[in-house]
T-cell receptor, first 114, second 118 residues
């Protein structure tokens, strides 16, 4: 039982390049989330998916797109990376129907955009 | 929009002593969840404790307990018998409750860096 996994762990991009961050969970959770963490800040919600087939914007969605590929996987795409997107990205999942309704986080991806 | 405020950027405590981290929040909702997450240098976000707003009893998890004051919108974390392994960033977080299903993300404070002095 790996919980929430994210790939890659580190990535360096040049301005204008694109990339996709991958996230998968093996806890059979319905809901998945993408957050970013900047220095001196808490995590801020980018996008979330309440259930398979649905996605919604969070607090800071500009410059990102997401895909809920199936119940297990939720990817985050940067179409044209900008230095302002340098951050640590966290994926999380939760089961709203479960007894705890707690979000479990992946280990994070550190992204640097030059 | 909900906001979460952690007014202590950094706290320091002697090993084996007790420390309290402060958190206040602003919301117009009556039903919600509050959380404390720990983030050690490894970056992993680890759930420390969780409180449902409808519960009057304060949550406790071993050495960790909260003081939840709903009217004051205050949610502090007390760590007893501090250990070196408690050194980390601590984030307070809020999430509202959906009555008809659905989901929403967490709203985080900016964090408190806890230092444990040996």
């Amino acid at each position: 039982n790996a919980g929430v996994t994210q790939t890659p762990k580190f990535q360096v991009l040049k301005t204008g390049q694109s990339m996709t961050l991958q996230c998968a969970q093996d806890m059979n959770h319905n809901s998945m989330y993408w957050y970013r963490q900047d220095p001196g800040m808490g995590l801020r919600l980018i996008y979330y998916s309440a259930s398979e087939g649905t996605t919604d914007k969070g607090e800071v969605p500009n410059g990102y797109n997401v895909s809920r590929l199936n119940k297990r996987e939720f990817s985050l795409r940067l179409e044209s990376a900008a230095p302002s997107q340098t951050s640590v990205y966290f994926c999380a999942s939760s089961d709203l129907a479960g007894p705890t309704d707690t979000q479990y986080f992946g280990p994070g991806t550190r992204l640097t955009v030059l | 929009a909900q906001t979460v405020t952690q007014s202590q950027p950094e706290m320091s405590v002697q090993e084996a002593e007790t420390v309290t981290l402060s958190c206040t929040y602003d919301t117009s909702e009556s039903d919600y969840y509050l959380f404390w997450y720990k983030q050690p240098p490894s970056r992993q976000m680890i759930l420390v404790i969780r409180q449902e707003a409808y519960k009057q009893q304060n949550a406790t998890e071993n050495r960790f307990s909260v003081n939840f004051q709903k009217a004051a919108k205050s949610f502090s974390l007390k760590i007893s018998d501090s250990q070196l392994g408690d050194a980390a960033m601590y984030f307070c977080a809020y999430r509202r409750v959906y009555s008809g299903g659905g989901a929403d993300g967490l709203t985080f404070g900016k964090g408190t860096h806890l230092i444990i002095q040996p």
